[in-house]
Every structure is written in structure tokens, then in C-alpha cells.
């Protein structure tokens, strides 16, 4: 239900009273509100959904899982189902 | 001015268009609304066998042309071999300047690519305005400058025109129409309906630039990024590939290239669509391998959009004998519009009319025709 | 691009469907709660890479989709007024009302905008003093924080000119509305991962201990749910039944904690109608009291009686609640298209019906037990 896309924050100040951001999805930057995010930083990622930060996302915590999933054996065997 | 009312209940399935009373934005939207439209309107009320071809432009002979006519009965013989190709487009965008060009470029690279997609070289466009009262005059100054170097750069000539001018707040500044003819060779028929199983299907180079260039310049969605409208003639390029393919010199034999369509609004899913749907026939491709640019990319992303719905305005789609495949791409590769070009897929029999493709984990899915306008979405 | 690449790698998914395939015994029914979760494994062609005896039910998490008619009524009245700027998120425009949808509104004059943050609804309020400018304010928790903040905007900057119209609708009580049905089949659910961005996962806690039942919170992307999937047929396997973070780089116990005070502080919870499945208790958000100056329907009282007819042959509110797929609606492509939508779930991008027939699932090549 809630479209949120990863972007990098490059730049933080703000506006009407609001913590507002620059972020860049990857060559696309947009301006985010980031006042539910008080402690983001330039160079963290954070999670925008309609033009809000809602998370920092946790580097650490990523290449962990991402490591623990690379750890499953790959079976030789073609499963059904896959082109 | 005709009479007769227009009587929807005359023709083929009005279902389609009767859920609409009024012309809506996704009439337009180059979707399965607008091929509604077409078919149960236009084509029924027009009728003819040039219409009936679907080609972006009409492959018309000068048989045709010359028939009930008394002079021209004498030349009748010599020629009759010879197709004209003849086309129309109009241009109706906003906003008028965008990243990478404006309507005028559009207006012309438009009718050249849509004659090109035919064979045809593209020689004289006719160009009609409809100009807003209150428009700046440096506005249209920018717009015809742009017009002229776009016709040079195409090689074609504005020919003939018309210009009118509407009430301020009937009309979004300009609105242009063009139409172009142009000769089609001997013997070449490059047709929407001319794909087998076995060829190859070929993209010319990166898709969805033009309508992010536009979107990222549309109020309400403005976002930073280097991208710009792609738009290009094209003619250029089908010449070359038609050389690299021999195709001008084939007397016998299957021609290589059997269909080339312009990827205009509905993106690369509305031509593939298209063509599956002409040939009776049907396309499989990978995802991973239609070039895409990374900002693009970036931008479908963020607005929940499918680059493959995305609107572009110089490229094109090839499809193309599979033996000669490598060939036709080496030659797009050394052109100036088709660097990025590559082989994305293949016509098969299975699924006739529908387009599949393999998903970037591997898996399968059918990529259908967007339903009307391009959304943005939240969820 | 980072953090989504990495999520659609082809080898990592062929690892985790090999595992899923290692570990399933039995059949399992689970449901993704997330529409976006179900646009993503179709899209994808995951739903028929899994193995065969796992069955995905597709959730009522579509906010779209579950707008009740009568709200999508009222939107269409106060857009239809001359006087108004409707503004809303692109998703709403083609729900078919009643009689028509928002864009025909548009077409036949009515100012209807498309926007992509509800602040953008602010400033066009602020821009034009001399019209209502409305923000149709839908949703899960997740928009919630973000509508919330308009309305606080509108607010602060002293906007006379500005209302929302509210349709706000919460996962927990879907939830216990599902798992209390009684011919529920859900054994195992994957949860929202940006809804619980935002709230966190300390509220399915209670819910996984009452129906004994796993709960894991899920991504989007491919990999993320292979990775739910296969946390949530583990726990089955082994009879377990608690609440599992499978989106940990996004999602936190306690969810993001100013953005909850927000959503608090602007609104209360309510008992709210969703389209296709009925009234739920304690569902939904509405505006605090404090807040009334801002309400739409408060403000145009004249919407508040509005006659809904919902299309008798749609069985949106059977595919909502997992209990019918779509192509077993005697309507499904024939009267019901993406063109001609019926209800919702034809129209919402991730809504499951318009998921199914925009990529082929009703199609015998592309059924589950025709796979090569």
C-alpha cells in the first residue's frame, strides 16, 4: 500500500518551520520532508513515501541479513516454476 | 459541415465507448483508451484500405492516387509500382518547453519518424498552428526556430501551411499539426503486420526519457534531474539499418525488416502490443535487457511508474529476421540516435496478440497496454 | 539504485525458493497484507516461482481499494463544486463512484490535481485565497504522519482555505476482523513493512498470541518476500506462532516515534467502513475535534447525504478478504476491465484484481500447476 523508495540525503535545512531535505533517488532529486526524522544526517538513506523520510535505513542491519540470506546453499537442482 | 448525428450503436461494440459520454485526458493518452476510440469510431466512420493498414503512416500507391483521373492515365503504367507514404500528427503538449527540446522539434520529428517507420524518406511536412490569443510572440519565435533546425537536420521541407488563432482560454498556447509525405522504395513493405516467429526484436536505444524529461517539469511533480526528451528523426537510422540489412537490393526473398514502429505515448508496451496484436503474433522479451537510463529509472521509481508505459519521441522498434539481427545492430550502433540499441526479445507463435516478459528474478509476466493516462501513485 | 537492486538479485531469490522448497511439508495459505506486497510478487512472477504448497492470499491492503463508495461519492461531489481545488495522490482519480470517477469530474471542468505530497495541497492553498482548496486524505498508517502534517501546516500558516477529507484505515483491526471470520484460511501472515515503518510491530504482538498465529514483517522487493515467506513457513513448520522482523534495515519494535505522536495528536481512532468488506470497529483514524475547522464534510454538509450504488455484480469485498481470487468472478475480464472497472481492486494498481489481469494471471499458460 505505501510506495517508499530508498533516496540518499544531500542536503538538510528548512522551511516554513519544518526540517526539510534534498534527496536523491539515484539521478532524481526531490525535495522531502524529514521532520519525522530529527536525527538524519547527509549521507544517510532514508525511506520516502509521498514526500516524507519515515525511516533511516540501517546499513549495519542490511548487510547483516544480507549476508545470512547469501549463506543459503544454492540447490543444483532447477526448481519448477522458473524460466 | 455533415449532418448526420453520429450514431455510436451503428458500428462495432460502442460498450467501450459508452462508459465515457465525454472525451476524457486518457482518450489521448496513446493507451488502450485511445485504440478504443480508434476503432470503434474512426475507423468504422472512415472505412478505407489505407486506414485499415494501422501503419503509422499510409503506404498509398500512385495507382491509387492517379485512379478516375484522365491524365493521369498515361503514367499509369510506368509507375504504378510506387507508394507514397503519407502521414498526419498533431501536437498537443504541456508544457510547451520541457528538458531537451520543445512542441516545435516534436511537430517535426514526429511526421519524419512516422513516415520513416514506413521506409519512406521523408521529404515535405505541411504545418498547421492553432495559436492562442495573448501567446508572446517570442514564445512562437522559439518554437519555429526550433521547427526550422529540426527540419534541417532531418532534411525535410515545411512545404505548405495554415495558421489560425482561437480565443485566449481555448487552447494551451500552441497546438500544431503536421503531415508529411514521403516514397516509399520499390518493393519494400515494412508493415505493422508483418512479424514471424523466429525474429528478432530490437529497441533502438534507451526508453522512457521523454516522458520523464516532461513529468519532471509538470506542476504538481517537479522533481531535479539531468534527463532530457529524446526527441530525434529518425529517418537516418532507418536508412542505415535498411542498407546494413540490403534490403534496397533484395529482388527475391523475404526482406529482413519486417516492422519498424516509433515508441511514442504508451511507451514500449504499447508497440510491442501493437505489432503482437497486427501480426497476430506473439513477443517475448527480457526486462534486463531493454536499455535503461539510471535517472529514469530512479524517477519510475519514485513515482510508482513502469518505464515501459513511459512516452518517447526518438525511438524506435525494430523486428526484424533473426539472421540478419547482428547485422542491422552493428549498423544502428554507428549511428548518431541508435548507440544504446539492443536486442531485447523475440517473436514467438505461442500467445498470439500478447507480449510477455522474463523479470529481473527470472520470473514471467505479461506486459499489457496502460489502460489511459500515466499516474503517479502512493500505494 | 541501493537498497533495491540488491533486493531483486536473481540468485539470491533462486537460494531462498530452493530453502522455502526444503523447508515446506505441507500446504500453507499466507497472506501478504500489503497491495504494494502483491503488486510487487506479481509483477515480479514470484507468485509462480514458489513452490506449489504455498498458497498466497492477497490481503486488503490496498487503501484504494477500500475506500468506501460513499466517501469516493463525497469526493466526486466536492470536486464537481466550483469553488473547489480537489486535490488528491494520482492513485484515486480512476475509482469508479457511483455513477462516474475523478476524472471525469475533471473532463467535464471540475479543478481536480494531481499531487505527490500533501504539503504540495497546502500550497496551492496558499496560492489561490479565493478558492477551497480539498485534500482527499487517504491511506494506511503509513500516510497518515504525512496528511497529518498538512493539515498541522495549514494550521500554523493560518489557512482558512484548506480541508480534508479523511479516509484513513489501520492493518491491526483488518486483522482481527479477518482472523475472526469464520471461514478464514490465513495460517501465516506477511505484514506491512512501511506501515509498520511507521507504527512499528509492538501491536501484532497481541494479535499473534491471541489467534496463534505468525506474524512476520515484510519488504517489497523480491528478496524481502522470499525472506518473509520463508520466516513465516519456518514458523509454521515448527509450530511456532510470534511476531518476526524480516525488514529490520526499515523497521524498528517501537516504529518511528514522532511521527505516532503526530498521527495522535491530529487524529482519533473511529469504527470505519471498508468498501467491499463492511464496518470494522476502531479501523480508521478522524479528525480530533480540535481539528473540525478542517474537515470537508464539516465544512460542505451538503455531501454528507449522498445515495451510493455499488455495481451488484463486483465481489471486490470476497477478493479482499482472500476468500475468492479474481479470475473467479463471473465478471473478471468480460464487463470488469482496467478500462471498465467495476469496483476498486480493478482500478488500484496494486489491487488484486487489476494485478491479475494486467499481468496475465488468468491466463492457463500462466496458472501455478501449468508451470514447465
Redesign the interface.
Known amino acids: 500500500m505505501c510506495l517508499g523508495i530508498p533516496a540518499k540525503i544531500v542536503e538538510l535545512y528548512e522551511t516554513n518551520g519544518m526540517k526539510m531535505a534534498k534527496v536523491d533517488f539515484g539521478g532524481v532529486i526531490k525535495e522531502a520532508c524529514m521532520e519525522y526524522l530529527p536525527d538524519a544526517k547527509v549521507g544517510e538513506y532514508t525511506i520516502i513515501h509521498v514526500g516524507f523520510g519515515l525511516s533511516i535505513l540501517d546499513e549495519q542491519e542490511a548487510m547483516e541479513t544480507l549476508d545470512l540470506l547469501k549463506q543459503i546453499d544454492a540447490l543444483g537442482d532447477e526448481l519448477p516454476g522458473l524460466t | 459541415m455533415n449532418d448526420n448525428k453520429v450514431n455510436l450503436l451503428g458500428w462495432t461494440c460502442p460498450?467501450?465507448l459508452l462508459?465515457?459520454p465525454?472525451?476524457?485526458?486518457?482518450h489521448g493518452a496513446g493507451g488502450?483508451?485511445m485504440a478504443?476510440l480508434i476503432e470503434h469510431l474512426f475507423a468504422p466512420a472512415f472505412d478505407n484500405q489505407w486506414l485499415g493498414q494501422m501503419g503509422d503512416s499510409a503506404a498509398i500507391s500512385l495507382l491509387s492516387l492517379l485512379e478516375g483521373s484522365q491524365s493521369g492515365k498515361s503514367i499509369l503504367n510506368q509507375q504504378s509500382a510506387i507508394n507514397i507514404a503519407f502521414t498526419t500528427d498533431s501536437f498537443v503538449v504541456n508544457p510547451l518547453f520541457f528538458p531537451g527540446g520543445n512542441i516545435g522539434e516534436l511537430a517535426v520529428n514526429g511526421t519524419v519518424n512516422d513516415l520513416a517507420m514506413r521506409g519512406a524518406r521523408p521529404k515535405f511536412l505541411s504545418a498547421g498552428f492553432i495559436l492562442e490569443e495573448g501567446l508572446p510572440m517570442e514564445i512562437l519565435g522559439a518554437i519555429v526556430t526550433a521547427m526550422a533546425q529540426a527540419c534541417k537536420k532531418a532534411g525535410v521541407s515545411i512545404a505548405t501551411g495554415d495558421t489560425k488563432v482561437v480565443q485566449k482560454g481555448h487552447g494551451d498556447g500552441v497546438y500544431i499539426n503536421t503531415s508529411g509525405i514521403g516514397i516509399i522504395p520499390a518493393g519494400l513493405d515494412i508493415g505493422p503486420g508483418n512479424a514471424r516467429p523466429g525474429d528478432a526484436v530490437i529497441v533502438s536505444g534507451t526508453v522512457g526519457d521523454h516522458g520523464i524529461a516532461v513529468m519532471?517539469v509538470r506542476e504538481?511533480?517537479t522533481?531535479?534531474?539531468?534527463?532530457q526528451s529524446d526527441t530525434a528523426p529518425l529517418s537516418g537510422l532507418v536508412d542505415a539499418m535498411m542498407r546494413a540489412s540490403a534490403v534496397l537490393e533484395t529482388s527475391e526473398g523475404p526482406q529482413p525488416i519486417h516492422c519498424l514502429r516509433d515508441a511514442t505515448r504508451g511507451g514500449l508496451s504499447a508497440v510491442l502490443n501493437e505489432l503482437a496484436g497486427a501480426s497476430k503474433v506473439g513477443i517475448e522479451f527480457d526486462e534486463r535487457k531493454v536499455p535503461l537510463?539510471?535517472?529514469v529509472?530512479?524517477?519510475c521509481?519514485?513515482?510508482?511508474l513502469d518505464p515501459f508505459y513511459v512516452a518517447n519521441e526518438g525511438k524506435l522498434v525494430a523486428i526484424v529476421r533473426n539472421e540478419l539481427a547482428e547485422q542491422v545492430l552493428a549498423a544502428m550502433h554507428a549511428h548518431e540516435y541508435g548507440k544504446d540499441a539492443a536486442i531485447i526479445g523475440k517473436v514467438v507463435s505461442?500467445?498470439p496478440g500478447?507480449v510477455?516478459a522474463?523479470?529481473?528474478?527470472?520470473?514471467?509476466?505479461?506486459v499489457?497496454v496502460p489502460?489511459?493516462e500515466l499516474?503517479?501513485?502512493?500505494? | 539504485m541501493k537498497y533495491i537492486d540488491e533486493y531483486r538479485d536473481a540468485d539470491l531469490t533462486h537460494r531462498l525458493l530452493a530453502q522455502i522448497q526444503k523447508t515446506v511439508t505441507r500446504p500453507w495459505n499466507l497472506m501478504e497484507v500489503c497491495g504494494g506486497q502483491t503488486h510487487s510478487i506479481i509483477r515480479s512472477g514470484l507468485d509462480r516461482m514458489l513452490p506449489a504448497q504455498i498458497n498466497l492470499i492477497h490481503g486488503p491492503g490496498c487503501p484504494v481499494c477500500v475506500t468506501p463508495l460513499e466517501l469516493v461519492d463525497k469526493a466526486i461531489a466536492l470536486a464537481a463544486l466550483p469553488e473547489v481545488i480537489f486535490t488528491s495522490y494520482g492513485d484515486m482519480l480512476r475509482v469508479p463512484g457511483s455513477s462516474r470517477d475523478l476524472f471525469a469530474v475533471k473532463a467535464t471542468g471540475g479543478d481536480v490535481r494531481i499531487v505527490y505530497s500533501p504539503l504540495d495541497a497546502v500550497q496551492i492553498a496558499k496560492a489561490n485565497p479565493n478558492k477551497t482548496v480539498i485534500f482527499f486524505a487517504i491511506g494506511f498508517e503509513t500516510t497518515a504522519p504525512a496528511n497529518a502534517m498538512a493539515i498541522l501546516q495549514a494550521r500554523a500558516q493560518g489557512l482558512k482555505n484548506f480541508a480534508v477529507l479523511v479516509s484513513h484505515v489501520t492493518v491491526p483491526a483488518a486483522i482481527t476482523a479477518l482472523m475472526d471470520s469464520p471461514d478464514v484460511q490465513v495460517d501465516g501472515f506477511l505484514a506491512a513493512g512501511h506501515v509498520c515503518t511507521v507504527m512499528g510491530y509492538w501491536e501484532y504482538e497481541p494479535l499473534a498470541e491471541k489467534y496463534h498465529i505468525p506474524i512476520v514483517i515484510t519488504g517489497f522487493e523480491p528478496v524481502d518476500i522470499l525472506h518473509g515467506v520463508l520466516d513465516c513457513v519456518q514458523e509454521l513448520e515448527t509450530g511456532q506462532f510470534e511476531v518476526r522482523n524480516a525488514y529490520a534495515r526499515s523497521v524498528t519494535h517501537d516504529g518511528n516515534q514522532p511521527a505516532q505522536a503526530v498521527i495522535r495528536n491530529v487524529f482519533e481512532m473511529t469504527d470505519r467502513a471498508w468498501r467491499g468488506i463492511g464496518v470494522i470497529p476502531m479501523s480508521g483514524y478522524r479528525l480530533r475535534d480540535e481539528f473540525t475547522a478542517f474537515d470537508a464534510e464539516q465544512r460542505f454538509p451538503q455531501i454528507q447525504s449522498i445515495e451510493t450504488h455499488e455495481s451488484p455484480l463486483c465481489i471486490s469485498g470476497l477478493v479482499l478478504q482472500g476468500r475468492k481470487k479474481p479470475d473467479e468472478c463471473p465478471a473478471f475480464g468480460k464487463q470488469c476491465t482496467p478500462r471498465t472497472p467495476l469496483g476498486a481492486t480493478m482500478v488500484s494498481s496494486e489491487g488484486a484484481c487489476a494485478a491479475y489481469f494486467r499481468y496475465g494471471r488468468y491466463l492457463p499458460e500462466m496458472k501455478k500447476d501449468e508451470r514447465q
Open positions: 460498450r467501450p462508459n465515457y465525454t472525451i476524457v485526458m486518457g488502450q483508451m478504443d519532471s504538481g511533480l522533481f531535479q534531474t539531468g534527463i537510463r539510471p535517472e529509472n530512479a524517477a521509481e519514485m513515482l510508482g505461442e500467445h500478447m510477455t522474463k523479470t529481473s528474478i527470472g520470473g514471467m509476466r505479461v499489457d489502460a489511459g499516474l503517479p501513485r502512493i500505494c
